[in-house]
């Protein structure tokens, strides 16, 4: 069974939430596993249009990771932080985005990935979401897809 608080956290943007949930065994048993779960809606700026381009969006996200981290840096004042393993981040991607090489996705994700491993390391994140609805062409078909990052 699963319980879930809402630690404290900086001033949140409304985008992100930020949640620990604990695994208990049994009833009355204290819980053997916590782990936090930060969670964020990327929205294009211009809400009219429903595509975004790529650079905005890449940008968005990394902005939006560093929050993530910053909240989960608050969180771990939280009294069960020091039990906490595995911890997460998903993202949600609201635009479709118009994305012709899906090697550009790739090497953006890793790129990424590698410039902030030491602090994904120390904040315990150990998988990481990203949800979006992609076009190869200006007019193609929307593909949704989910990319899913651990370590």
């Known amino acids: 069974m699963f319980s879930s608080t809402y630690p404290p956290t900086s001033a949140e943007p409304s985008s992100l939430v930020c949640f620990v949930l604990a695994l208990q065994i049994s009833q009355g048993q204290g819980a053997v596993d916590f782990r936090f779960f930060v969670r964020s809606m990327i929205r294009h700026a211009d809400l009219v249009s429903k595509a975004a381009s790529f650079e905005y969006l890449r940008s968005e996200a990394e902005r939006t ?28 991607f609201a635009p479709t985005l118009l994305l012709e090489d899906m090697r550009q996705l790739q090497l953006t994700v890793r790129r990424t990935v590698v410039r902030y491993a030491t602090r994904l390391v120390k ?17 193609g078909p929307r593909i949704p897809i989910r990319l899913f990052i651990a370590n």
């Open 123 to 139: 904040l315990r994140v150990s998988h990481a979401e990203l949800k979006m609805v992609v076009r190869l062409r200006k007019n």
């Open 65 to 92: 990771l560093l929050e993530a981290m910053d909240a989960l840096e608050v969180a771990f004042t939280h009294p069960k932080a020091g039990f906490t393993t595995g911890n997460h981040i998903f993202f949600n």
